[in-house]
């Protein structure tokens, strides 16, 4: 059974760090795409990063424009945990983060949320 786990979420002032980490278990981690989704209120789930599993021809990383430069995925094969480092946060981050992964189907976390404010 897939499960996802996230962790690290919290109250942050604009222009402070957090991480996020996704414990997943249930399937051969290594060899699936995970992502981050974030969804702020009134808005729609977007997608925020995806880490690609080792080897893809499309690279390891992407990011939406709006947190490339400030936000990095990555993972650890070992402890099938994908994290989200977000650095220079801002308020308009706001929002309740999912970790995502497919494997047959859609599977998400339960969501953490992530405030920013002063």
């Known amino acids: 059974q897939v499960q996802l786990v996230e962790s690290g979420g919290g109250l942050v002032q604009p222009g402070g760090s957090l991480r996020l980490s996704c414990a997943a278990s249930?399937?051969?981690?290594?060899?699936?795409?995970m992502s981050w989704y974030r969804q702020a209120p009134g808005k729609e789930r977007e997608l925020v990063a995806t880490?690609?599993?080792?080897?893809?021809?499309?690279?390891?990383?992407n990011y939406a424009d709006s947190v490339k430069g400030r936000f990095t995925i990555s993972r650890d094969n070992v402890k099938s945990t994908v994290y989200l480092q977000m650095n220079s946060l801002k308020p308009e981050d706001t929002a309740v983060y999912y970790c995502?992964?497919?494997?047959?189907?859609?599977?998400w976390g339960q969501g953490t949320q992530v405030t920013v404010s002063s």
């Open positions: 995502h992964a497919w494997v047959s189907m859609n599977y």
């Open positions: 249930g399937f051969t981690f290594r060899r699936y795409a």
């Open positions: 880490s690609l599993p080792i080897g893809n021809i499309h690279g390891d990383t």
